[in-house]
């Protein structure tokens, strides 16, 4: 028997809230947590997760209910069905001020929509000069490799074979302009033979936590 919405949101919580508690939500927990005015509508959520074998409950006892182990063996199948997104190689940081030696890091992260492609990494963000892009210093960026890149757009690019940076690029004859997004900060002016495009920014993501 299908769950509606509702039941399948009082069923996560219920699940969530033992395994973080190590015991069940009273009653009135599953009415504030689901934004509900009334214990009526929370036993009727209830009694029909009971009726479609998803939770137990124990008569006239405090904190009884029960998920039942059909949750347990639906949440598995989903698992194997849809597993999680493959990871990318995070290969270190990335300077967003003055140039800095950049390293590689045996460490991934998980970008799912983009892990398909080989060509792609991530960058961990230092420094603060282009903040007015969005970009800020621990972010995290996605980079496809290209050594060919558009004017304007934002590259990482490795300056006298050893330093990379994190600017807008533009081509200027001999000079390539390297350009922070920092209304503070001066451009880079490097000889293009000097600077190799190692890729173009695609994403870029930030945690709070």
């Known amino acids: 028997m299908a769950l509606t919405k509702r039941q399948k949101q009082v069923l996560q919580f219920v699940a969530d809230f033992v395994e973080k508690n190590g ?3 009273s009653y009135e927990e599953l009415a504030g947590a689901m934004g509900l005015a009334s214990l009526a509508t929370v036993h009727k ?10 939770l137990k409950r124990g008569i006239n006892q405090s904190r009884s209910l029960e998920v039942s182990a059909r949750y347990f063996d639906e949440q598995r199948q989903y698992q194997q069905e849809h597993p999680a997104p493959s990871e990318i190689p ?5 300077a967003a001020g003055s140039p800095v030696e950049s390293f590689a890091a045996q460490e991934t ?15 961990q963000v230092r420094g603060d000069s282009m903040i007015e892009d ?3 210093s621990g972010d995290y960026v996605l980079v496809q490799k ?7 757009e934002i590259v990482v690019a490795l300056v006298d074979g050893s330093e990379t940076t994190l600017k807008r690029f533009f081509d200027e004859g001999d000079e390539v302009r390297l350009q922070p997004a920092n209304s503070s900060m001066a451009p880079i002016r490097v000889p293009k033979k000097d600077v190799e495009i190692q ?5 870029v993501l930030r945690k709070y936590m």
């Not at 995070?90 to 990335?94: F, R």
Request: charged fraction near 20%.
């Open 146 to 152: 290209a050594d060919r890149v558009r004017d304007g």
């Open 134 to 136: 969005h970009i800020c």
């Open 109 to 123: 992260l998980s970008f799912g929509e983009y892990s398909g492609n080989d060509g792609t990494f991530a960058l």
């Open 199 to 203: 890729g173009r920014v695609l994403a």
């Open 45 to 54: 959520h209830v009694l029909a997760l009971e009726t479609k074998n998803y």
């Open 23 to 25: 015991y069940s939500p």
């Open 90 to 94: 995070l290969l270190g940081q990335i």
